[in-house]
């Protein structure tokens, strides 16, 4: 099946606590990247460690069953094989601690803030697919600024867990544009709704 064929098969929808099966497939035995379950950001630092693996597990399940949508989830057919953490900034609670991602002003934000893609999905264009439709979801919940944090690598090739936040032309091609650089590798994009 060629690319555009493939790309246009694949649905996202908001994870769901009757989607936690699908979630659980697609970050596997080891919880996505070491254990994180997509914890990362939630968490302060020191909690986060302590919790890598099923504890870090059972507080994401733990989330979706309180009513919170922390993301959204893609699929080809049936099968699970992407995700986009994406929330209000402010449930972030690591984000907003950031040094070099620090809020640059008092608007109200929506950050995108992990990607996962299956691995025998990856470096076929799912990423923008995800972030177009989490832009969609922010926006029906009533988002007006996206911002995105992108992994600029030093190295022309980067161990695909290191670009966990997406790459800077994933979020160019969605409509972002950059605002704002506190690190030579970490550019703030800003996606605004027209």
Known sequence: MNNALFLKKVKTTPLTPDRWDDFVELFGKR???????????????????????????????KLLKEGNLPGIIAYLDKQPIGWCAIAPREKYIRLEKSRTLIRIDDQPVWSVSCFFISKEFRR???SLIILKQAIKFAVKNGATIIEGYPFLPKKPQLP???????????????????????????????????
């Open 124 to 126: 076929k264009g799912i």
């Open 31 to 61: 919880g996505g990247c070491g254990g994180c379950w997509c914890m990362n950001w939630l968490l302060p630092a020191s909690q986060y460690e302590r919790q890598k693996g099923i504890k870090n597990k059972n507080a994401m399940k």
């Open 160 to 194: 695909d867990p290191f670009v966990w936040t997406g790459m800077l032309k994933t979020y160019q091609q969605a409509g972002f544009k950059e605002i704002a650089r506190f690190s030579k590798v970490r550019p703030i994009m800003r996606y605004i709704k027209k």
